[in-house]
């Protein structure tokens, strides 16, 4: 078993819509938690890094962590065709360095 | 552009042979860091440096060796090349190396192995 799973998708929605992208991890000890997006034939980005359980939002994206229930979660509201491209989580624990663990990632496309 | 260069863009050799790709860190950035990507593995974190020593080790193969000179970029040498190291690698940077600093990816090598 992956210690972080993601659904790879892929997901197709249409413009506007309200698009819920989720993980889930098996590592308590994982602290660190954030949303790289990866266009096509791209390096991935990030978009958000959160610490602690609770919501942080950054304009039309919000970042969710449940560490009880070891899930976290990135919404994207008012989706556009430029948001369509893969998502991926990553988190660490952060023993003096930043071994990222990512999930599978999730190929998002927004249709017009 | 995330100012990270990696080269070559592209690398096609055969099985059994050494290739070695190349990392440039954005300006200022002391920590460099490298990645795998594959379709049945995802991306997979190999290997950091920082300052010129490494950090940290991640799933990198006995095949698989790095360094980061004193001008700071990097490099990647996989050698006894199989299929299955057939790939993305990508080579990402960061200021430091503390919990909070941000990596920058770079746009990756593609590695074939025929």
Redesign the interface.
Known sequence: QKEVEQDPGPLSVPEGAIVSLNCTYSNSAF??FMWYRQYS??????LM?T?SSGNKEDGRFTAQVDKSSKYISLFIRDSQPSDSATY?CAM?T?Q??????????TRLTINP | DSGVTQTPKHLITATGQRVTLRCSPRSGDLSVYWYQQSLDQGLQFLIQYYNGEERAKGNILERFSAQQFPDLHSELNLSSLELGDSALYFCASSVAAGATDTQYFGPGTRLTVL
Do not use: I
Request: net charge positive; proline share 4%; charged share 15%.
């Open positions: 602290q660190y034939r791209k390096g991935p980005e990030l890094y610490y991926l660490n952060y003096g360095a930043q071994k990222l663990v990512f999930g599978q990632g």
